[in-house]
């Protein structure tokens, strides 16, 4: 007797095998435990996890049996997923006119006698293959035993649509990191490209000044002044400069690390941002060596103390750094001001690239938003987290951690 292994909607049923890209070489633990499980549950010897496809079954997981795929047309599992019932059961293939002369019944002690399979169906209502489970004498299961197996078949199709998102989430994943690398490269390169005419604005503004004084008047004199002010100040050679340090820094991590002085590093910072307001820095009591990526650590405190400069209302600026060491895992580093405060309903978002709080700060300079951006980068990848704390006109405290 010829027997149907032809489902309904078999194309779309094969497209939604396909679309699962499971993987036949790979074996799953997942997958073995559900077969094992079965077998105990039924006192089966044989449990076995098939997928049918377009002209072969194989099977994701064989439990008491030796096989990794079968012949579509002569396969039970392909007659399970053809018939109208979600459970497909043969508890006598011997007296079964419909296997009568069937190779797999005909196959000594270990041809199929019995034969349970209860039907992979996804959300779309697929039958992508059965959970099932063989016996080589004639043999049933009872009520229970067969929701049990039910059950089970529904956690193999959680596996299979896991199986499927993770895969989706790996290539979304790989596709991001390509783009990311392409807008890192964009970006630096903009950045370069727009500093070298840049400095030959200033340049030329120099030559212009210098050789042909004697022919500019006052008037021109000064227009030349306000080109080279305005190539030189912070709303474009900052940016620029800010931009990049973002990108290249993108990858600083706790893999490059050098142990030094915390307080040296804070006197270094101190001695580059050239400090032209009224201000006092007291930085930790106590020195400690500490083991970090000393270039990242360096351009956290350049961005945090530098804000709190530029940020400032008072006569006197008054910024504490502190170092505590005493955590196990982690040296947690504190930045605080005495500055114009940060709205509680901007705090959430000061890290986010491009934000900023004020219009402009204390010399009427543009912000742009990429320093403490550059901060919350540099901070994660030290394996560490920064925290706000702010009250407007009264300061702003800013804590991180970076592992030790």
């Known amino acids: 007797m010829q027997l149907n292994t032809i489902p309904k909607n078999d194309k779309e049923r094969l497209l939604a095998v396909k679309s699962y ?66 459970v497909y059961i043969v508890e006598n293939t011997k007296k079964d006119l419909r296997f009568v002369n069937h190779p797999y019944t005909k196959n000594g002690d270990k041809s199929i006698a019995f034969y349970a399979g209860v039907c992979l169906t996804d959300k779309n209502n697929h039958k992508l293959g059965t959970l099932c489970v063989i016996d080589h004498k004639p043999n ?155 270039a990242a650590l360096e351009l956290i405190l350049l961005n945090l103390i530098t804000n709190s400069l530029k940020y400032n209302d008072k006569e006197e600026t008054i910024i504490d750094v502190e170092l505590d060491t005493t955590q196990e895992d982690l040296n947690f580093i504190t930045v605080k001001d005495n500055g114009i405060g940060i709205p509680k309903k901007k705090q959430k978002k000061i890290f986010k690239l491009f934000s900023t709080v004020e219009e402009t700060d204390r010399f009427g300079q543009k912000g742009h938003g990429i320093g403490l951006s550059t901060v919350k980068k540099l901070v994660t990848n030290l394996g560490g987290n920064i925290t706000v704390n702010s009250k407007v006109g009264v300061g702003s405290t800013f804590k991180f951690s970076i592992k030790k």
């Open 21 to 86: 890209k499971l993987n036949r070489c790979q074996k799953d633990i997942s997958f073995n435990n559900i077969t094992a499980l079965a077998t105990k549950i039924t006192n089966m010897p044989v449990s076995l996890i098939s997928i049918v496809d377009k002209d072969e079954v194989w099977f994701k997981s064989a439990k008491g049996m030796q096989i990794s795929s079968s012949e579509k047309e002569l396969s039970f599992c392909s007659y399970a997923i053809a018939s109208d019932d979600d």
């Open 140 to 294: 049933t299961i009872n009520k229970d035993q067969k929701e049990a197996l039910k059950l089970l078949a529904q956690q193999v199709v959680k596996l299979i649509e896991l199986n499927k998102s993770n895969i989706n989430l790996k290539q979304t994943k790989k596709k991001l990191t390509k783009k990311n690398k392409m807008l890192k490269g964009f970006a630096s390169q903009v950045a370069h490209d727009m500093k070298m005419p840049l400095a030959n604005m200033i340049l030329t503004t120099d030559i212009l000044k210098s050789k042909y004084k004697k022919h500019i008047d006052d008037t021109g004199i000064n227009y030349l002044q306000n080109i080279k002010s305005s190539s030189l100040s912070l709303s474009l050679s900052s940016y620029i400069n800010n931009l990049l340090n973002y990108y290249e820094n993108s990858n600083t991590s706790s893999t490059s690390v050098d142990t030094f002085s915390f307080n040296h590093l804070l006197e270094e910072v101190i001695d580059i941002i050239n400090i032209k307001v009224d201000c006092t820095i007291n930085l930790p009591e106590k020195d400690f060596d500490i083991t970090s990526n000393r």
